[in-house]
Nanobody
Framework: VQLQASGGGLVQAGTSLRLSCAAF????????MGWFRQAPGKEREFVAAVNWRGAVDAYADPVKGRFTISRDNAKNTLYLQMSSLKPEDTAVYSCAAARTYGLPRSEYDYWGQGTLVTVSS
């Protein structure tokens, strides 16, 4: 399954940005999907996840109330709406797919290449 993230860029703190992740295989409609990020010099960390139907989601504490994950299975696309961005949100954001919702990062089966988000203060 090929995943391609897009939508990153350079933005100012306090603004919003929406990331997209296109999946080039319909089978991903049955997969849970998630967003992860990796800041310079740090390990990749979980950001948000959603189950295959889009009915159940979870967020890392630093982004709760600011980020919203969603998916459109008809378009095979995953989204991450990011609001009130902070400089500490600067990272490469990657999307990933897992066969079951709620799995740890290491259990995700497919990964996209990532898109860079830079938040200036």
């Amino acid at each position: 399954v090929q995943l391609q993230a897009s939508g990153g860029g350079l933005v100012q703190a306090g603004t919003s940005l929406r990331l997209s992740c296109a999946a080039f295989d319909r089978i991903v409609r049955t997969y849970a999907m998630g967003w992860f990020r990796q800041a310079p010099g740090k390990e990749r960390e979980f950001v948000a996840a959603v189950n295959w139907r889009g009915a159940v989601d979870a967020y890392a504490d630093p982004v709760k109330g600011r980020f919203t994950i969603s998916r459109d299975n008809a378009k095979n696309t995953l989204y991450l709406q990011m609001s009130s961005l902070k400089p500490e949100d600067t990272a490469v954001y990657s999307c990933a797919a897992a066969r079951t919702y709620g799995l740890p990062r290491s259990e995700y089966d497919y990964w996209g290449q990532g898109t860079l988000v830079t938040v200036s203060s």
